[in-house]
């Protein structure tokens, strides 16, 4: 049986919430499952993802294959990079402590880059609100001067 790591849409007509699920290739988008994985709200900004990091490596080492945007989501949640940290330390390349601080160290780092981005959008939403255009009445005198000249 094949399996994949995919989106569950939920939500009403134009305000979509998926479930990050592991189903059966051939069960429809909707249908049934094996287990739930994570949830994900696309609406929010920035993106809400909610992951369980265990479930969704346990799947991933179980040969479960991802859609491109679960891979996505997973890419940005760290579970691939620890996927691959985990593959060195069975092939001997290092210890299992050693990929833990290199996970770490990346997820830190992460989550700072994360946050930097979050300021600087609410940055440029605050600007944005605090910008009001000025409406010049030089343009309205000329286009009254205009129909008074056709007159």
């Known amino acids: 049986?094949?399996?994949?790591?995919?989106?569950?849409?939920?939500?009403?007509?134009?305000?979509?919430?998926?479930?990050i699920v592991v189903a059966d290739?051939?069960?429809p988008r909707d249908g049934k499952f094996i287990q739930k994985v994570g949830t994900y709200n696309p609406l929010t900004v920035p993106a809400t993802i909610q992951l369980d990091r265990q479930k969704a490596l346990e799947w991933l080492n179980?040969?479960?294959?991802?859609?491109?945007?679960?891979?996505?989501?997973?890419?940005?949640?760290?579970?691939l990079y620890l996927k691959h940290l985990l593959r060195g330390?069975?092939?001997?390349l290092f210890d299992d402590a050693t990929a833990m601080t290199k996970f770490q160290a990346w997820h830190n780092e992460h989550e700072a880059n994360i946050t930097r981005r979050n300021e600087?959008?609410?940055?440029t939403?605050?600007?944005?609100?605090?910008?009001t255009p000025v409406v010049k009445k030089v343009e309205k005198k000329e286009e009254a001067s205009e129909g008074a000249a056709e007159a």
Do not use: C, N, W
Request: net charge positive; aromatic share 10%; charged share 35%.
């Open 1 to 19: 049986m094949a399996v994949k790591m995919r989106l569950q849409r939920h939500g009403s007509k134009k305000r979509p919430f998926y479930f």
């Open 25 to 27: 290739a051939r069960a």
């Open 62 to 79: 179980k040969g479960a294959q991802p859609t491109d945007t679960v891979r996505r989501i997973l890419s940005f949640k760290g579970v």
């Open 89 to 92: 330390v069975k092939l001997g």
């Open 120 to 123: 600087e959008h609410r940055k």
């Open 125 to 131: 939403q605050r600007a944005r609100k605090a910008y």
